[in-house]
């Protein structure tokens, strides 16, 4: 079998390259995941806009219907019997 010799020097610069590679793939893979959380946060933000958007038009119509309603009760008449009924109570 034969051995073979490495200087220590040798493996101490590869050991170096190795640790900087590891690095550089931290800090690439640090990067992706920053993006990601970016891109998330935009989306879900576009999201509640868009549903603060539709709650605002669902309260906006049910406002208006509501100023309907009491409009319509407001045009309707009191029943003559209900109030001659409610005199001689």
């Known amino acids: 079998m034969e051995k073979r010799w490495v200087k220590k020097e040798d493996v101490e610069k590869q050991l170096y390259e190795i640790v900087q590679l590891?690095?550089?793939v931290d800090k690439k893979i640090g990067n992706v995941i920053e993006g990601m959380i970016h891109e998330q946060?935009?989306?879900?933000?576009?999201?509640?806009?868009k549903l603060e958007?539709?709650?605002e038009n669902i309260e906006n119509r049910v406002s208006d219907e509501?100023?309907?309603?009491?409009?319509?009760q407001q045009q309707l008449?009191?029943?003559?019997?209900?109030?001659?009924?409610?005199?001689?109570?």
Request: hydrophobic residues 30%; glycine residues 0%; proline residues 6%.
């Open 22 to 24: 590891m690095q550089q």
């Open 41 to 49: 946060y935009e989306q879900s933000q576009t999201k509640i806009e």
């Open 53 to 55: 958007l539709h709650l």
């Open 66 to 72: 509501s100023e309907k309603v009491e409009e319509f």
């Open 77 to 89: 008449p009191l029943p003559t019997s209900v109030s001659s009924k409610l005199n001689f109570v």
